[in-house]
Nanobody
């Protein structure tokens, strides 16, 4: 069982920055892939960024150059640095974890990010 707790969301003006954190129960080293997804009102959940245990990062085209995903194995945490935020980035951001490449995704409860224009 993997438990994830996100934090760091909030209200920010357009152009601002936020750093989301995801605390993972247990050893993050045993997790193959960590990811951030987001879900805006009335829309499906969409991929934002992911990072593997080997440190390989992947980003959605919509956030390339805007977001940076990182992980700190010593702190059992994953982070999403978001810069130059836009109103369209407003969504609930979810942290996800997979133990193996084809394993099920564990989810956190989400953290709300609201970007005002």
């Amino acid at each position: 069982q993997v438990q994830l707790v996100e934090s760091g969301g909030g209200l920010v003006q357009a152009g601002g920055s936020l750093r989301l954190s995801c605390a993972v129960s247990g050893s993050i080293g045993s997790i193959y892939r960590m990811a951030w997804y987001r879900q805006a009102p009335g829309k499906q959940r969409e991929f934002v960024a992911s990072i593997t245990s080997g440190g390989s990062a992947n980003y959605a085209d919509s956030v390339k150059g805007q977001c940076i995903i990182s992980r700190d194995n010593a702190k059992n945490s994953v982070y999403l640095q978001m810069n130059s935020l836009r109103p369209e980035d407003t969504a609930v951001y979810y942290c996800g974890a997979q133990r193996s490449p084809f394993g099920s995704m564990y989810w956190g409860q989400g953290t709300q990010v609201t970007v005002s224009s």
